[in-house]
């Protein structure tokens, strides 16, 4: 059983580009979400994913949106890029629903915008 | 709002000696709360949770008990090991169909031979 995976592992971008992050999630499971880690700080959720629908968003703007596959894979798009966006981009999945709580992270993309 | 706070690190402590991470939240309702670690270069990993008062999470020696009367949820260790070396992060989730975990900032802990 493979785990979380993402890719790119390290990327550079500079201000007012676009990035495309990309997740395949661990075997079994229909529920992605992606999370924002500021050097020095804990994630923050940018949203979720179930079943191709986004079905939860954190406090993030509308240039950042993202996919879910049919084999549930996922991808993250920032556009209009800020410097503030540098950052550990997380993806994690699971097999969804309340009773099943425990996410497993991929290792993330380390973003940074210059 | 829904937050939590952590002790501020790094916390430094040499091989066998007692480790205590504290982590107090303030939530609406009745959160689960958890404990990741993350070890260099490799992503969050569940070591324990707990999800309703009194309950006492524990995984590799590490224990936790969620007390709602004092709103935290400590990590303890009696004896620490220089491969329990990584980040921790106190993070809680309130009831509901989404993902969304709220996290500390993180307690790096440095365990010195």
């Known amino acids: 059983e493979t785990g979380v995976t993402q890719s790119p592992t390290h990327l550079i971008k500079t201000r007012g580009q676009q990035v495309t992050l990309r997740c395949s999630s661990q075997s079994g499971h229909n529920t992605v979400s992606w999370y924002q880690q500021a050097l020095g700080q804990g994630p923050q959720f940018i949203f979720q994913y179930y079943r191709e629908e986004e079905n939860g968003r954190g406090n993030f703007p509308p240039r950042f949106s993202g996919l879910q596959f049919p084999n549930y894979s996922s991808e993250l798009n920032v556009n209009a890029l800020e410097l503030d966006d540098s950052a550990l981009y997380l993806c994690?999945?699971?097999?969804?629903?309340?009773?099943?709580?425990?996410?497993?992270f991929g290792s993330g993309t380390q973003l940074s915008v210059l | 709002g829904n937050s939590v706070t952590q002790m501020e690190g790094p916390v430094t402590l040499s091989e066998e000696a007692f480790l205590t991470i504290n982590c107090t939240y303030t939530a609406t309702g009745y959160p689960s709360l958890f404990w990741y670690v993350q070890y260099p270069g490799e992503g969050l990993q569940l070591l324990l949770k707990a999800t309703k008062a009194d309950d006492k999470g524990s995984n590799k020696g590490f224990e936790a008990t969620y007390r709602k009367e004092t709103t935290s949820f400590h990590l303890e260790k009696g004896s620490v090991q220089v491969s329990d070396s990584a980040v921790y992060f106190c993070a809680l989730k309130l009831r509901g169909a989404t993902n969304k975990l709220i996290f500390g900032t993180g307690t790096l802990l440095a365990v010195q031979p």
């Open positions: 994690a999945s699971n097999k969804g629903g309340e009773t099943n709580e425990k996410l497993f």
